[in-house]
Each structure stands twice: as structure tokens, then as C-alpha cells.
């Protein structure tokens, strides 16, 4: 696959078959109250947590410029959970794991991620001030009302909100409906993994061991610790700490990717802890899984 075959492949999966999927558990779920809401608390805990220690790790250790901290922030705690955390859970727990994978990840993308850019425009504005970095910046005001405009054009949103719209006002989904979502969202699993690995190959590396392994222990060992700890303390049921900890062991996610090349800092370290971090992934997913 080119560049363009995967970004078609892209299109289908993030356009059709999540939503379609998305639509479908998350109707189901909030008419037969599914929804463990202190999910977030364990997850956003140990989101928070390994978020600031990678940019403290970042400024003090590897003396990245400030808007280079808040990408290895960010790397170091949001994952992949469109393309890897979504079709494994679906595949090893069904539909109810699924339900609370999308309370995650429709809480990072509302919330996590415009609060993200944000930072990182504020953080660059000061980088180019002080004269550390060249760049670019927008402006704090003009950054969250692009980042919450594109919270709302999200395909995946959309379909979590119109699904929880559906459930809690009591209306089951007609056979005619309920039948193609099904036909279309069965593809979310295999396709999301495939276009994964056509992400991945048409990604360089960069030669920063430091910063990228701070990055790559944080999201993948951290993590998942911090999660499990904290869901252990608040004592979630078993399937949902199972499901927050498994997606927080999901290597780094492409928006990080997306974010610093936005903002032109640490541009390298985004792409190859995606690389490294999904490659290690394979064996570390497995052995949490266990």
C-alpha cells in the first residue's frame, strides 16, 4: 500500500467503520445502562500523572524547549485507541468492554486533547519569546475554538454522542438499521490493525534515545501501572479495570504525531516513539494481557 492506498484505508475505518461500531454499542449500552462512569477516574488519573512527569523528565533531563516537553507529555499518555485498543478490546471482551474503551476515548478527545493544544500553543508562544525554538503559534483563544470545532466534526464523537442520544431516550434500533451497522462495523477490526502497519511504514526515525525511551517507558510501562493502581484502589469491576488498563498499554497515538508537526516541535521524537513504541507493543500488550 502507497501513501494514498493507506490513506483511503485511513478514510474507511475513521469515516464508516468506527462510527458504525461506535453507533451501535454505545445505543445498545445506554439503554441497558452499561456505563461505569468511574472508569475515567483510574484512566485520567494515570493520564495526568505520567503526563507531567514525562515533561518534567523532558526539561530537566533532556533540556527540550517547552513545547518539546508537552509532546513527550502527551506521548507518554495518550494512546492508540482508534486503530489498537478499540479492535482488541472488541475482539477479547465484546461489546461491553467496548462501551467503556469509548468512555475513554470520547473523554480525551473532548477534553485531553483541545486542553493539550492549547498548552502546546501557550508553550511555543514562550519557547519563541525566549528565543529556543523558531515556529509558529496561533494563539491560546484561537487554538480551543479550532480544537473543540474539530471535537465536533469528529466522525467517532458523533456517532458515541447520536448512540447516547438513541439509548437514554429508550429507542431500540430497528432491524433495517441495526443490521448494516453491524455489516460495517465488523470491519473496524481488521482494518484498523492493517492500516496501522501502513502508518507505521511510511515512518522515519529519529536519533534521540533519551527522550524517545522516556516516552516509549512512560506509555507503555507507566502507564498501564498507573491505571491498574489506581483502579485497584477505587476498586472497578473487573472488566472495566481490565479494559483501562489494557488501553492504557496501547503504544503512542498518531495524533501526537499530528500535534507537533501542527506546532513544529519535537517533530522527530513524536514519530519515531509512535514506531518504536507500536513495534515494542507487540510483546508488551501480550505479557499484560497475561
Known amino acids: 500500500f502507497d501513501a494514498v492506498g493507506a490513506a483511503k484505508l485511513n478514510a474507511l475505518v475513521f469515516y464508516f467503520a468506527i462510527p458504525a461500531l461506535a453507533f451501535r454499542t454505545v445505543s445498545g449500552a445506554a439503554l441497558s445502562g452499561g456505563f461505569e462512569p468511574r ?16 515533561v518534567l523528565l523532558g526539561w530537566l533531563m533532556w533540556r527540550r524547549s517547552m513545547a518539546g516537553c508537552v509532546v513527550m507529555g502527551l506521548g507518554a499518555s495518550f494512546s492508540n485507541g482508534f486503530y489498537m485498543a478499540l479492535p482488541i478490546t472488541l475482539s477479547l471482551f465484546g461489546e461491553a468492554g467496548v462501551v467503556q474503551l469509548l468512555l475513554i476515548l470520547a473523554f480525551d478527545t473532548m477534553v485531553l486533547l483541545p486542553f493539550a493544544m492549547v498548552l502546546l500553543d501557550i508553550a511555543k508562544a514562550r519557547d519563541i519569546e525566549s528565543g529556543r525554538r523558531d515556529g509558529r503559534t ?23 454522542l447520536a448512540g447516547l442520544a438513541i439509548g437514554f431516550a429508550g429507542v431500540p434500533l430497528p432491524e433495517i438499521a441495526d443490521k448494516p451497522l453491524g455489516l460495517v462495523g465488523q470491519a ?3 482494518c484498523a490493525l492493517f492500516a496501522i502497519g501502513c502508518d507505521l511504514a511510511h515512518r522515519g526515525v529519529e536519533n534521540e534515545p533519551g527522550a524517545v525511551g522516556t516516552v ?3 506509555k507503555l510501562v507507566l502507564h498501564p501501572l498507573a491505571v491498574l493502581g489506581i483502579g485497584l484502589a477505587i476498586d472497578l469491576p473487573p472488566l472495566t479495570l481490565a479494559v483501562a488498563t489494557l488501553t492504557a498499554a496501547m503504544p503512542v497515538g498518531a495524533t501526537v504525531y499530528i500535534a507537533a508537526n501542527q506546532y513544529n516541535a519535537a517533530v522527530g521524537i513524536a514519530t519515531t516513539t509512535i ?3 507500536t513495534s515494542i507493543a507487540v510483546v508488551s500488550i501480550s505479557a499484560v494481557l497475561y
Request: aromatic share 8%; no cysteine.
Open 216 to 218: 516509549v517507558i512512560g
Open 39 to 54: 472508569v475515567l477516574i483510574a484512566y485520567v488519573g494515570g493520564e495526568a500523572g505520567v503526563f507531567v512527569l514525562a
Open 138 to 160: 496561533r494563539g491560546g483563544v484561537a487554538v480551543l475554538r479550532a480544537a473543540f470545532v474539530n471535537v465536533f466534526r469528529n466522525p467517532v464523537v458523533l456517532a458515541t
Open 275 to 277: 514506531l518504536v513504541a
Open 188 to 190: 473496524a477490526l481488521p
